[in-house]
């Protein structure tokens, strides 16, 4: 079945350094791959999404890129910000929208925390 | 996008009583999805709520320990049934619109 490994956390940066977040996945065909993130007190909500390979998503000055070559859609932001601090979770959908009949499937998320 | 709320936000029940979750949604929304997330765990997806029809469960879940109800494109809600503690987690609902997930904020389930 499909599944989602990423890397664990805490991951602990300071302010204005540079984040990856690596994310590799398995799965049958062509998923939709996302990133979720859940700040402190508040419920899932999109970051960024790419549905096919070499697609970028890019939000907030965050950026993945689909790799279908290394099964890869690793999460980066050249400088991040306290306010980043929040969990950050990698997913994937068998829908080609990501948004149609399939649940999704999700890593076990990387509690990113930003020091001023 | 669709706001998605859920009551209760928490609560604590005693082992072999159960508790059902409600899940309203803003607008009209194509499929709803019911998740847990464990203790220090992934989200795991529980079972698509089908409007009108039986709802479809993942491989591990089961109807008679996760009843679900689906009566109208807005609305489904969750029972827990004869809850142990291992059932204590967070059940997530979402919708899914065009083209995302919209997820609501979670009711917190802790079984003594």
Redo the contacts between chains.
């Keep these: 079945g499909d599944s989602?490994t990423q890397m664990e956390g805490p991951v602990t940066l300071s302010e204005e350094a540079f984040l990856t977040i690596n994310c590799t996945y398995t799965a049958t065909g062509y998923p939709s791959l996302?990133w979720?993130v859940q700040y402190p007190g508040?419920?899932?909500?999109?970051l960024l999404?790419a549905t096919k390979a070499d697609d970028k998503g890019s939000n907030k000055g965050f950026e993945a890129t689909y790799r279908k070559e290394t099964t890869s859609f690793h999460l980066e932001k050249g400088s991040v910000q306290v306010s980043d601090s929040a969990v950050y979770?990698c997913a994937l959908s068998d829908s080609v929208?990501?948004?149609?009949?399939d649940?999704?499937?999700?890593?076990?998320?990387t509690h990113l925390i930003i020091q001023p | 996008s669709a706001v998605?709320s859920q009551k209760p936000s928490r609560d604590i029940c005693q082992r072999g009583t159960s508790l059902t979750i409600q899940c309203q949604v803003d607008s009209q929304v194509?499929?709803m999805?019911w998740?847990r997330q464990q203790p220090g765990?992934?989200?795991?997806?529980i079972a698509?709520a089908n409007q009108g029809s039986e709802a479809t469960y993942?491989s591990g879940f089961v109807i008679d320990k996760f009843p679900i109800s689906r009566p109208n494109l807005t609305f489904s809600t969750l029972t827990v049934s004869n809850m142990s503690p291992e059932d204590s987690s967070i059940y997530?609902c979402?919708g899914?619109?065009?083209?995302?997930?919209?997820?609501?904020?979670?009711t917190r389930l802790t079984v003594l």
């Design positions: 989602v996302f979720y508040e419920g899932l909500q999109l999404k979770f929208a990501g948004g149609g009949a649940g999704l499937t999700f890593g076990k998320g | 998605i194509t499929m999805f998740y765990q992934s989200l795991t997806l698509t993942e997530l979402s899914s619109g065009t083209n995302e997930q919209f997820f609501g904020p979670g």
